[in-house]
Structures are given as C-alpha cells and as structure tokens.
T-cell receptor, first 114, second 114 residues
Framework: AQSVSQHNHHVILSEAASLELGCNYSYGGTVNLFWYVQYPGQHLQLLLKYFSGDPLVKGIKGFEAEFIKSKFSFNLRKPSVQWSDTAEYFCAVNAPGGNNRLAFGKGNQVVVIP | GAGVSQTPSNKVTEKGKYVELRCDPISGHTALYWYRQSLGQGPEFLIYFQGTGAADDSGLPNDRFFAVRPEGSVSTLKIQRTERGDSAVYLC????????????FGQGTRLTVV
C-alpha cells in the first residue's frame, strides 16, 4: 500500500514570498501523483497531477510540482504567493491501473498574510 | 448537477443512532469513492464502487459501516450504532472510470456524534 508524508503542517508566509511544500511517498512501483487544494469552505480541487512524461508539471494558479523518482518526492512550488492562496494543500498518490483509490498525506495548512 | 453533491452538509446525531449519508456523483461517472477525513488528517479511503458493485471495501473500519450504490449512480453510506470516534467529514468523489483518471470531490458531510 502507498503512504504519503507531508511535513511542516502549518506554514505562514507573506504575500510575494515563495512557497515550497514537500511530499514524499513510499511505494515501490509506478505511481500517479496529485496535489489537491482545499480553500476555506470549499471542496477539494485538483491543483495538478503527474501520470507520466515531463517530471515538471504545471498546474493552475501558477503552481508547479517536480517528480523526482530517485527521491520518491513530488514537491509543490509557487514563486510568489497571493493572499488568495491561503488554503490546505494535500499530496496524494495512487497506483496506475488499479482502482484509483488515493492515499493522502496529512496536508499543509498555508496562511498567506497580506 | 455540475459537481458531486453530498447531503446533508452537516449531521449531528446521538451516540448509538443510525445515520445515512448521501452522495450524488457527476453524471456518467462510473467510479465512486467514499473517504473519511478526521481533524488534522488527510482523507482516508473507505470504499470504492465501479458501477453498482463495491469493488474495494477494504477501508471500511468495521462492520458498522456499509455503503450501497443500487443503480450505479447515487450512493449511500450507512453507519450503525454510531460512536463518538465516527465524528469526521465524510467525502465522496467520482471519476469517469477507475483507472488513472481525475477524481472530483464533493463538499463532504460533517458528522458529529454527541
């Protein structure tokens, strides 16, 4: 079974600062990787995903993530955050060809101060 | 509807009571998932349906939990003899099929057992 680790559960930063959230997974085979975001009072939304191909993935709202297979990592980045990026961010993984069930990390609560 | 719909949005029940939580997936999505999210944690997989059948129920915590999807669309998660530890947000997600496709989440049902 897959498992996902996210560190620094609470992150507070100022607008225009850069953001990087770490995600490490444990699974020996090929994986699909996801970052989901949950804005206050809203449902989980897909930010970006990696299935195959270019390991640098561009998502919505200026986010990107890089898959580094040798490090079992899929870190999320944004060069310059805005107040509207205040949200909880979840990394998730599943095994391709399976039933698509997702294994989530504990999440990062990100607060951007104007 | 345009997205995954879950009802009720909030449910408060007394310990020992029976509850039903409903999920209306996106039209045409054959795969449906239930997850449970406790405070400070990421969503945890409960059960997966492909069509009408429960293809993977390995995440259900015990036999007090049961879910159905009789016509391959709407699903109901049923919890018998509720316990205070069942308090959590119950999330439903749907996807076009089970294999390597994006899952869309509903807003969840917040269950509080008092």
């Amino acid at each position: 079974a897959q498992s996902v680790s996210q560190h620094n559960h609470h992150v507070i930063l100022s607008e225009a600062a850069s953001l990087e959230l770490g995600c490490n997974y444990s699974y020996g085979g090929t994986v699909n990787l996801f970052w989901y975001v949950q804005y206050p009072g809203q449902h989980l939304q897909l930010l970006l995903k990696y299935f195959s191909g270019d390991p640098l993935v561009k998502g919505i709202k200026g986010f990107e993530a890089e898959f580094i297979k040798s490090k079992f990592s899929f870190n999320l980045r944004k060069p310059s955050v805005q107040w509207s990026d205040t949200a909880e961010y979840f990394c998730a993984v599943n095994a391709p060809g399976g039933n698509n069930r997702l294994a989530f990390g504990k999440g990062n609560q990100v607060v951007v101060i104007p | 509807g345009a997205g995954v719909s879950q009802t009720p949005s909030n449910k408060v029940t007394e310990k020992g009571k029976y509850v039903e939580l409903r999920c209306d997936p996106i039209s045409g999505h054959t795969a449906l998932y239930w997850y449970r999210q406790s405070l400070g944690q990421g969503p945890e997989f409960l059960i997966y349906f492909q069509g009408t059948g429960a293809a993977d129920d390995s995440g259900l915590p015990n036999d007090r939990f049961f879910a159905v999807r009789p016509e391959g669309s709407v699903s109901t998660l049923k919890i018998q003899r509720t316990e205070r530890g069942d308090s959590a947000v119950y999330l439903c997600a749907s996807s076009l099929s089970g294999a390597s496709t994006e899952a869309f989440f509903g807003q969840g049902t917040r269950l509080t057992v008092v």
